[in-house]
Nanobody, 127 residues
Framework: RVQLMESGGGSVQAGGSLRLSCVASGFTSVTNCVAWFRQTPGKEREGVAA????????YYADSVKGRFTVSHDDDEDTVYLQMTSLKVEDTAMYYC????????????????????WGQGTQVTVSS
């Protein structure tokens, strides 16, 4: 199975930026779907951004388009989520998730499609 380890969360004021990292190990192919989800207490986990590695195809939730950028470093097998112009409503636990041997198209709103998950990293945005 794929192991995922997130880092980079923290506290920031509204309008600020953070970069989350997700280090992956255990992939057996170069084409995989890696996504970022977030969750706040009492709410369902929601997809934020996803990238099909090797192809570099990216997908974003409407709420983060133009503010968040997802990217993949082939050499380090790390997926990044660059978050800018952060808003208070971006406060959540952010999780990295993956599907091996898969494209990301149509997957961002399908939490159940992802089998492998990281432990999460907290992002807190204050006003």
């Amino acid at each position: 199975r794929v192991q995922l380890m997130e880092s980079g969360g923290g506290s920031v004021q509204a309008g600020g930026s953070l970069r989350l990292s997700c280090v992956a190990s255990g992939f057996t192919s170069v084409t995989n779907c890696v996504a970022w989800f977030r969750q706040t207490p009492g709410k369902e986990r929601e997809g934020v951004a996803a990238i099909t590695t090797f192809r570099r195809e990216t997908y974003y939730a409407d709420s983060v388009k133009g503010r968040f950028t997802v990217s993949h470093d082939d050499d380090e097998d790390t997926v990044y989520l660059q978050m800018t112009s952060l808003k208070v409503e971006d406060t959540a636990m952010y999780y990295c998730a993956a599907i091996s041997l898969s494209l990301c198209e149509g997957k961002l709103n399908r939490v159940g499609a992802f089998r492998d998950w990281g432990q999460g990293t907290q992002v807190t945005v204050s006003s």
